[in-house]
């Protein structure tokens, strides 16, 4: 019955601790109906719901790969749309969830925020086309590829700049059925907006970047592709609120500490 209704309307589901063990479930208000297995597996309802404050809120998946595209908004900086997209990949251990402090290693400096649409990956993949690729997309989050744009200039690679500790904040929801090629994008620092866009203004779209991923890597239920940062970028510092809210999906917020 809940699979079948994904299918057809937006779903909020997370990932929670209660009692000691870790469930998936579906949040409807402020309740949060239990499910038998992963949000990627047709789960069935499991017990009574709960009250989301008597739970531990979790990562919403545990990804085997986090991938992101670069250049993907002409302004930030434009990539060729006839191009493959341009790819970079970020670690699993990057990601911590909204609410949690950021840590910068001792000697990042110059570490802006990048507000982005993330993809969550429902199913195994193996040389798509666009069509698989985009039934393959089982929902979207908020996250924010945090960035230390010294390293990333000098380094060999940019595994140091965007994959380290606590550079990857996601939200706590995975949502489905979201028109994520054409949503408003907003990131806040201390309140104020400092990047807003839609995503319709990307210019390799997700059923394009999956498809090809998919043709190198073999894509499996609960990876990520972060999508792409719109406008301009600054430094954080110490005490700063930084956060990355996108309509109909959900927002991530986190305290430089």
């Not at 870790?22 to 719901?49: M, R």
């Not at 251990?93 to 110059?110: Q, R, Y």
């Not at 990048?114 to 199913?123: A, N, P, S």
Request: charged fraction near 20%.
């Amino acid at each position: 019955m809940i699979a079948a209704c994904a299918k057809t309307q937006a779903q909020t589901y997370v990932r929670y601790v209660f009692e000691g063990q870790v469930k998936y479930g579906i949040l409807q208000g402020e309740n949060i109906q239990p499910l038998k297995g992963s949000p990627f597996d047709a789960p069935l309802p499991a017990g009574k719901p709960l009250k989301s404050n008597q739970v531990q809120m979790l990562l919403p998946t545990v990804p085997e790969k986090v991938f992101a595209v670069g250049m993907n908004f002409a302004s930030h900086i434009s990539s060729d749309s006839q191009s493959p997209p341009p790819l970079f990949l970020k670690l699993p251990s990057s990601l911590i969830a909204t609410g949690e402090p950021i840590v910068f290693p001792h000697d990042a400096t110059n570490v802006h925020f990048e507000g982005e649409l993330v993809l969550v990956v429902g199913k195994t993949l193996k040389d798509a086309d666009e069509s698989e690729a985009k039934e393959a997309i089982f929902g979207v989050l908020a996250g924010n590829d945090l960035t230390e744009r010294s390293w990333q200039s000098r380094d060999l690679q940019w595994m140091r700049a965007k994959a380290s500790d606590g550079f990857g904040p996601i939200s706590n929801q995975i949502v489905t059925n979201v028109d994520y090629n054409n949503v408003l994008l907003t990131t806040r620092l201390n309140g104020d907006i400092v990047q807003q866009e839609s995503t319709k203004n990307m210019i390799h779209k997700p059923e394009k970047v999956v498809s090809y991923l998919s043709h190198y890597f073999t894509l499996k239920p609960g990876d990520l592709v972060f999508m792409g940062t719109p406008g301009r970028t600054k430094a954080l510092s110490k005490g700063d609120v930084v956060s990355v809210e996108i309509e109909g999906v959900g927002k991530v917020e986190n305290r430089i500490k």
